[in-house]
């Protein structure tokens, strides 16, 4: 009988290692990032609130004007977009620190500054009024632009509902009314506080949180789920490769050279290319499977 080998897996320790210096690279804040949990949350969370480069076709709402001193920095926006190129350094800059964004964890609305040139790093000059807007794969809705206020103001959502209603049918509970109606300022309160409300149109139509809602913790819930879903990816390869036991070594056999340890085999993660792998440094050879997954400057090129 086949002597079981000895199998140890570094791949979350690995992985993080790795999307911390991707993180970096964009030129985001990491100093905070001090255990392999908060890398791969943050990762998930900028994985969330980044805007990937891609070609979108831009919808305008009925209402929709652009004051004339934004003029030139929407037109700029508009080209980036159309083109597919990176619009992430119209987003504010606490996206650096990946700070609470109630409007966009709540709502699942992108707010995008319209000045005309860069000013400090990554980013362009802060503009008084701001695009509010819902990105899809291949679409941005432009919803208005407001001075740089009213991140609670349901007339955002009034104007989606009259314009795109398909955008926020998933998101409407039916039979259900609130026993109150919440204010703006109470609900920036419950946001600030981690608290998921719900909100009631003028129509009647009540919706949950668009954009996933917000944790206790004041992060985005849709990216924490992405973070619970990587984790039982890693855990999938572990025991796809436990799986193998005492035939690992047959299974992966190393193409152009020997093992140099039948007995002993030790996974991590190793980015090469648009892949991340899991690599057997004892034997300098790969597991069978792969993830394909971009870099995050690749996808949002900050």
Same mark, same amino acid.
């Given at each position: 009988?086949?002597?079981?080998?000895?199998?140890?897996?570094?791949?979350?320790?690995?992985?993080?290692?790795? /999307?911390?210096?991707?993180?970096?690279?964009?030129?985001?804040?990491?100093?905070?990032?001090?255990?392999?949990?908060?890398?791969?949350?943050?990762?998930?969370?900028?994985?969330?609130?980044?805007?990937?480069?891609?070609?979108?076709?831009?919808?305008?709402?009925?209402?929709?004007?652009?004051?004339?001193?934004?003029?030139?920095?929407?037109? $700029?926006?508009?080209?980036?977009?159309?083109?597919?190129?990176?619009?992430?350094?119209?987003?504010?800059?606490?996206?650096?620190?990946?700070?609470?964004?109630?409007?966009?964890?709540? $709502?699942?609305?992108?707010?995008?500054?319209?000045?005309?040139?860069?000013? =400090? *790093?990554?980013? #362009?000059?802060?503009?008084? *009024? @701001?695009?509010?807007?819902?990105?899809?794969?291949?679409?941005? /809705?432009?919803?208005?632009? %407001?001075?740089?206020?009213?991140?609670?103001? &349901?007339?955002?959502?009034?104007?989606?509902?009259?314009?795109? *209603?398909?955008?926020?049918?998933?998101? $409407?509970?039916?039979? #259900? %009314?609130?026993?109150?109606?919440?204010?703006?300022?109470?609900?920036?309160?419950?946001?600030?506080?981690?608290?998921?409300?719900?909100?009631?149109?003028?129509?009647?139509?009540?919706? @949950?949180?668009? !954009?996933? !809602?917000?944790?206790?913790? &004041?992060?985005?819930?849709?990216?924490?789920?992405?973070? @619970?879903?990587?984790? %039982?990816?890693?855990?999938? @390869?572990?025991?796809?490769?436990?799986?193998?036991?005492?035939?690992?070594?047959?299974? #992966?056999?190393?193409?152009?050279?020997?093992?140099?340890? &039948?007995?002993?085999?030790?996974? #991590?993660?190793?980015?090469?290319?648009?892949?991340?792998?899991?690599?057997?440094?004892?034997?300098?050879?790969? $597991?069978? =499977?792969?993830? &394909?997954?971009?870099?995050?400057?690749? %996808?949002?090129?900050?």
């Amino acid at each position: 009988m086949a002597a079981i080998p000895n199998l140890t897996f570094k791949l979350e320790s690995s992985l993080a290692k790795i /999307f911390k210096k991707e993180i970096e690279d964009l030129g985001f804040d990491v100093s905070s990032l001090a255990k392999d949990e908060d890398v791969l949350k943050a990762y998930c969370s900028y994985s969330y609130r980044l805007l990937e480069n891609r070609p979108r076709t831009i919808h305008k709402a009925d209402t929709f004007v652009c004051p004339d001193e934004v003029k030139v920095g929407l037109t $700029w926006l508009e080209s980036k977009l159309t083109k597919g190129e990176s619009v992430n350094p119209h987003l504010n800059c606490a996206t650096k620190k990946d700070k609470l964004d109630g409007l966009l964890y709540d $709502w699942g609305i992108h707010h995008l500054h319209l000045g005309e040139k860069f000013s =400090s *790093p990554g980013f #362009v000059e802060r503009s008084g *009024p @701001v695009l509010f807007a819902m990105f899809r794969q291949d679409d941005v /809705f432009f919803i208005d632009i %407001r001075d740089h206020e009213g991140w609670s103001d &349901k007339s955002l959502l009034e104007i989606v509902n009259r314009n795109w *209603p398909e955008l926020i049918e998933r998101y $409407w509970l039916k039979g #259900v %009314r609130p026993e109150a109606s919440l204010s703006a300022n109470d609900l920036t309160a419950t946001r600030k506080g981690g608290i998921n409300t719900i909100v009631e149109l003028s129509d009647g139509k009540v919706l @949950v949180s668009i !954009g996933g !809602g917000i944790t206790t913790a &004041k992060t985005s819930l849709a990216a924490m789920d992405s973070y @619970v879903e990587l984790k %039982r990816a890693l855990y999938d @390869v572990e025991k796809e490769i436990r799986s193998c036991g005492s035939k690992l070594a047959t299974h #992966v056999s190393p193409k152009d050279h020997p093992f140099r340890d &039948k007995t002993s085999f030790v996974f #991590v993660c190793k980015r090469v290319g648009d892949e991340i792998s899991f690599y057997d440094v004892v034997n300098n050879n790969y $597991w069978q =499977s792969c993830w &394909k997954v971009k870099t995050l400057k690749e %996808r949002y090129g900050i």
